[in-house]
């Protein structure tokens, strides 16, 4: 080919590559604003999210080559705010036709391993990895560890430091038990719907402790478990004791069908973990259909709130997921504790006395950014509540949204968002409802008429949670809707409901809805709402 004709034919191909370019049509803009995802890849469960010297690092489950799960190694990505994330180059990767699953991290300030440094000196800043090696034989606990914050890693040489031979052994959770001066492991046997507690003194050799379950939910395997100590308060908010929470991944069989988180409440020794009400049922911690295999920051400082965050996902559909490009996000970052209920010491029957609460950490970050729109202290109807709503500036896409509603009478009131109308009283093609059922006690999030659903028949669902104070008067919103999901704290972070959507862009109307009541009853109202535009 002469000179000419190649330049011919490169003008020719960038022309017609131009005119495809301009055919295709918009892309919806799906990339979540607030929450992590790494596009274009796959990602799945978040691994050993660790603060360290004033930097939130999470890992993540990563197939460094595709956006369909496979080549499991760790992505790493981290962050001063919890907000904005910055990837880093893949931590650990798939070697040997070992995968990297799900796993842990600490710090080894002490060099306990001996590993971070020479014999008998102290390792600040020395971050472990405890992780699961899955190959076609068995799963096997592994270390490796990092010296330069989890930029660079070194696979521990004696590697696996657990290996029974197993199929299914997998997801270890390394925390320090200051009470016994021990690293304690909790590690899942999926099939058994049981976890095993392990204890070391140097992470490289592991004694079988304690064992617990199967119990509560156990029709899907059991995979990703945690154990940690929070605090528990009463409902003025002051401090009482504390008790221990076991989280338990479960992948099928959740509340709302597919993966979902349930947790037990109970004291650990160091090696046992004995529940407090043992016949009191499954607790889920989140209702939604997204919300799965959940992980707590190690190395928050003692006074700090516990944090975890999960993969908004659900194995029922998160290979099918529309690409963003990428498939895959975490959870907005949670504040944990665990509350008493107004009645305390007398449980509501068959209930769980103690609640786990979720508080998005988001707020705390962003709103220092971010002032409120406008705020309305005082009982409005819902009337009054979407007139003061059309007034302000629009919250836009992305936002939180926290208000109390009293149902009054109606047998349903609630928040209709992302709708393709800003009219309240024109019935939208587009919008996702979150409300409360008053006849069924329930709060639920109804995505069926949410945008993009007929990608999978799992997807379109209206999500339902039973309310734990179905008595109350009033139950306190806290909303976080982003560019493909929408997280619900009701019942003050009491009842979750995390969800993904997949709205059109141009869905942005937000307003208060009820059904109607006959003459003289009462009508639902709402009180002190508050708007926070978190968009770009
Ligand atoms: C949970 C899980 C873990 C496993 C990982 C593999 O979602 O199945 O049990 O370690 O994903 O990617």
């Not at 992302?418 to 109804?446: C, H, M, W, Y």
């Not at 669902?461 to 008067?473: F, G, I, L, Y």
Request: with cysteine.
């Amino acid at each position: 080919m002469t000179r000419l004709s190649r330049i011919l034919l490169i003008a020719f191909a960038l022309i017609f590559a131009a005119q495809a370019n301009a055919q295709q049509p918009a892309a919806p803009d799906w990339q979540p604003q607030l929450h992590f995802s790494a596009p274009p890849n796959w990602i799945n469960d978040p691994n050993g999210p660790i603060f360290l010297n004033g930097q939130y690092h999470l890992f993540f489950q990563l197939n460094p080559f595709g956006d369909q799960w496979g080549h499991m190694s760790w992505g790493h990505a981290v962050s001063a705010d919890l907000l904005q994330w910055k990837v880093l180059p893949v931590a650990l990767r798939e070697e040997n036709g070992v995968a990297i699953f799900s796993g842990s991290t600490v710090e080894d300030r002490d060099n306990t391993s001996g590993l971070c440094a020479p014999a008998g000196q102290k390792s600040p800043g020395c971050m472990v990895a405890i992780y699961t090696g899955n190959s076609q034989e068995k799963q096997t606990q592994n270390i490796a560890y990092s010296t330069d914050a989890g930029t660079t890693w070194t696979k521990f040489a004696g590697n696996p430091v657990i290996d029974l031979g197993l199929k299914a052994f997998r997801d270890p959770k390394v925390f320090w038990h200051a009470a016994s001066s021990s690293w304690v492991m909790v590690v899942a046997l999926p099939n058994d719907h049981k976890v095993r507690f392990y204890r070391s003194a140097n992470l490289r050799q592991w004694q079988a402790a304690g064992e617990f379950g199967p119990s509560g939910a156990v029709a899907g395997e059991w995979e990703c478990p945690d154990l940690f100590e929070l605090p528990v308060r009463d409902y003025n908010g002051n401090y009482q004791e504390n008790r221990w929470v076991l989280s338990v991944n479960v992948s099928a069989g959740g509340p709302n069908g597919g993966s979902a988180d349930q947790y037990f409440v109970g004291m650990f020794d160091g090696s046992r973990f004995n529940l407090d009400h043992p016949d009191s049922g499954t607790h889920w911690a989140d209702w939604g259909k997204d919300f799965y295999a959940s992980t707590s920051f190690s190395n928050l400082a003692p006074d700090h709130d516990r944090l975890w965050i999960a993969w908004m996902d659900n194995w029922q559909y998160a290979a099918k997921l529309p690409s963003l490009p990428g498939r895959g996000e975490m959870t907005v970052p949670r504040a944990l504790s665990l509350r008493q209920p107004p009645t305390h010491p007398a449980p509501t029957p068959g209930q769980e006395p103690l609640a786990l609460v979720q508080k998005p950490v988001l707020s705390v970050a962003a709103h220092q950014k971010y002032r409120a729109m406008f705020g309305a202290p005082q009982y409005q109807t819902i009337e009054e509540a979407n007139a003061r709503l059309a007034k302000g500036k629009a919250p836009g896409r992305v936002f939180e949204l926290r208000f109390e509603l009293d149902p009054g009478e109606a047998a349903e009131a609630g928040l209709r968002l992302r709708r393709s109308s800003n009219e309240p009283n024109e019935r939208a093609l587009e919008e996702t409802i979150v409300g409360i059922d008053t006849e069924k006690g329930q709060i639920f999030v109804d995505r069926t008429r949410s945008g993009k659903t007929d990608w999978s028949p799992e997807f379109p669902a209206r999500m339902t949670a039973p309310m734990r104070h179905s008595q109350a008067q009033t139950t306190r919103f806290d909303i976080v809707v982003d560019e493909n999901s929408v997280e619900v704290f009701a019942e003050d972070g009491e009842t979750v409901l995390s969800s993904l959507i997949f709205p059109s862009a141009g869905s942005t109307g937000v307003d208060f809805y009820m059904t109607p009541v006959p003459p003289g009853s009462e009508p639902a109202r709402v009180r002190d709402f508050e708007v926070f535009p978190l968009g770009k």
